[in-house]
Structure formats: structure tokens, C-alpha cells
């Protein structure tokens, strides 16, 4: 298995949109680590492009997200510049292979934290504060049923990402009481609160810190961080728009064309 091509040939799916067999197709041995290392080496790919590594994501950190696909713990990508969308400018699916929504809340911290050892108390510590934020997740694979290796090579699987205006201080926050509203076109399609994130979406990323110390990453000052989707993925559609209010944190919206 030749690790660079593969993470070579993922990064071409992503820019010109096309899709691609599943690795565990291609290499049904394919394992975990090796997954990750292609990860990393698209990133590599991405910053050779002049792109730049603006944060972390956790995905996969829902329960039932965790049920229905038959795994036991989350995965993680990275953010990059070309990820990062504005939640005033509408998104063209043309840009994306089969986009799918995710409502969630950012941290954005004012601390480096690196694992192993790190608790959701020290991630509080470290958290300049949270925003209101969709993820557009987006497989470049042709079968979007696919394996855990198959999402973590395709940087878990990182579309674009919105975020809300909002910067909202944690100190005086229940982090695993946070209400969610998930409105599509005008109306509500979903609720939840925010334990649906492992418990909370600051045990969410101390998972991610101390997940990727085992590859000498860190979380750094100045990234944005997000936490995981409070409910289960939304099939997109040209002219869908979106908007998700969250409790005492605020809103973000989204809308899409061709």
C-alpha cells in the first residue's frame, strides 16, 4: 500500500469533486493507523497547495451516529482554509461530491492542549470560547455506507465548514445542556441537546487531544475545534436553507445553490 498515492489520489477526488472506490475495497486489510497516515499525508498534500490548517473535527462522536455504522469511538480530520465557508455566501453543490449537514458548536481556544492525559475540565480551561457552527460532511467515496477507515482517510470525511457570529464565553454554560433547534426551509426537522456528544462536547475534544498525541499532534492556540453533530446527518439539496439555534450560544445559517 502505497500511502502518499492513496492520500495523491483522495485529494484529487476532493478538488474536482468526482468520486472514488472505498479503501476497504481497494485494501480490504487496511487498518486504523494507516488510515490516518493518509490522512496526514493529504494534509501535507493540501499545505504543499498553499492551503492552511485552520483546526480539528470529530466526527462520528453521536451515539446513534456510533450505532448505525457499528463502531465504538469517534474519528477526527483536520480543518483546512479551502474548508471554511461563510455562513452569508450561499454554498454551490457543484464544489462538493455528496454533501450532507451537521449541526454543531465550535471551541475555539486561547491555549495549547496537548494529550495524553487531557480532560473535558482542562479543555473548559482552555477554551477561549464556543460558536455556533454546521460542518458539510463529504464523502468522496461512491458508496457513502463505508468503513471507519474509509472515513478517517478522507479527513473524517470534512466538507465545509460555517460558522456563526457568535463568540460566547463557557464559564456560565451547562456544556451538556445546550439546546439545539435544526430548522431546514423554514421548518424544524430535528432537536437534541448537546450530551449527545459523548457526554459532552468538552469530553468530545479532550478525546481528540489525547486521540492524536498518538501522532504528535496537538490542539494550539487559535484553532477552531469542532465538537461533533448533535443529531444524525441531513441529506442537502440545490435551494435548502438552514439554520440551527442553539441555547443561550446563538445561531448560524447555510443556504445552497448549483
Same mark, same amino acid.
Given at each position: 500500500?502505497?500511502?502518499?498515492?492513496?492520500?495523491?489520489e483522495l485529494?484529487?477526488?476532493?478538488?474536482?469533486?468526482?468520486?472514488?472506490?472505498?479503501?476497504?475495497?481497494?485494501?480490504?486489510?487496511?487498518?486504523?493507523?494507516?488510515a490516518?497516515?493518509?490522512?496526514?499525508?493529504?494534509?501535507?498534500?493540501?499545505?504543499?497547495?498553499?492551503?492552511?490548517?485552520?483546526?480539528?473535527?470529530?466526527?462520528?462522536?453521536?451515539?446513534?451516529m456510533q450505532?448505525?455504522?457499528g463502531?465504538?469511538?469517534?474519528?477526527?480530520?483536520?480543518?483546512?482554509?479551502?474548508n471554511?465557508?461563510?455562513?452569508?455566501?450561499?454554498?454551490r453543490?457543484?464544489?462538493?461530491?455528496?454533501?450532507?449537514?451537521? &449541526?454543531?458548536? +465550535?471551541? *475555539? =481556544?486561547?491555549?495549547?492542549?496537548?494529550?495524553?492525559?487531557?480532560? /473535558?475540565?482542562?479543555?473548559? $480551561?482552555?477554551?477561549?470560547?464556543?460558536i455556533?457552527?454546521?460542518?458539510?460532511?463529504d464523502?468522496?467515496?461512491?458508496?457513502?455506507?463505508?468503513?471507519?477507515?474509509?472515513?478517517?482517510?478522507d479527513?473524517a470525511?470534512?466538507?465545509?465548514?460555517?460558522?456563526g457570529?457568535?463568540?460566547?464565553?463557557?464559564?456560565?454554560?451547562?456544556l451538556?445542556?445546550?439546546?439545539l433547534?435544526?430548522e431546514?426551509?423554514g421548518?424544524?426537522?430535528?432537536? &437534541?441537546?448537546? +450530551?449527545t *456528544? =459523548?457526554?459532552s462536547?468538552a469530553?468530545s475534544?479532550?478525546?481528540? /487531544?489525547?486521540?492524536?498525541? $498518538?501522532y504528535?499532534?496537538g490542539?494550539?492556540?487559535?484553532e477552531?475545534?469542532?465538537?461533533?453533530?448533535?443529531?444524525?446527518?441531513?441529506?442537502?439539496?440545490?435551494?435548502d436553507?438552514?439554520?440551527?439555534?442553539?441555547?443561550?450560544?446563538?445561531?448560524?445559517?447555510?443556504?445552497?445553490?448549483?
Amino acid at each position: 500500500m502505497d500511502i502518499k498515492q492513496i492520500a495523491k489520489e483522495l485529494y484529487h477526488a476532493e478538488k474536482n469533486s468526482i468520486k472514488i472506490e472505498k479503501l476497504s475495497v481497494t485494501y480490504p486489510e487496511i487498518t486504523v493507523d494507516q488510515a490516518y497516515r493518509i490522512q496526514l499525508a493529504a494534509v501535507e498534500e493540501k499545505l504543499a497547495d498553499g492551503q492552511i490548517v485552520v483546526g480539528k473535527k470529530i466526527g462520528l462522536s453521536n451515539f446513534e451516529m456510533q450505532k448505525a455504522l457499528g463502531i465504538s469511538e469517534p474519528d477526527y480530520g483536520h480543518i483546512l482554509s479551502d474548508n471554511m465557508a461563510d455562513q452569508d455566501n450561499p454554498l454551490r453543490m457543484s464544489e462538493m461530491v455528496q454533501p450532507m449537514m451537521e &449541526a454543531e458548536l +465550535a471551541f *475555539v =481556544l486561547d491555549k495549547d492542549i496537548q494529550g495524553p492525559g487531557v480532560t /473535558a475540565a482542562q479543555v473548559m $480551561a482552555a477554551t477561549k470560547g464556543i460558536i455556533p457552527a454546521f460542518e458539510v460532511v463529504d464523502s468522496r467515496f461512491s458508496d457513502i455506507r463505508v468503513a471507519l477507515q474509509d472515513t478517517i482517510a478522507d479527513n473524517a470525511s470534512c466538507g465545509r465548514v460555517i460558522l456563526g457570529s457568535t463568540l460566547v464565553p463557557i464559564n456560565d454554560l451547562d456544556l451538556r445542556t445546550i439546546g439545539l433547534v435544526l430548522e431546514k426551509n423554514g421548518r424544524i426537522i430535528d432537536t &437534541a441537546a448537546s +450530551a449527545t *456528544v =459523548l457526554g459532552s462536547p468538552a469530553a468530545s475534544v479532550a478525546w481528540l /487531544a489525547n486521540k492524536i498525541a $498518538a501522532y504528535g499532534v496537538g490542539l494550539k492556540a487559535g484553532e477552531i475545534i469542532m465538537s461533533g453533530s448533535f443529531t444524525n446527518i441531513v441529506k442537502i439539496e440545490e435551494g435548502d436553507v438552514f439554520e440551527a439555534s442553539f441555547g443561550g450560544v446563538g445561531k448560524v445559517k447555510a443556504s445552497f445553490v448549483k
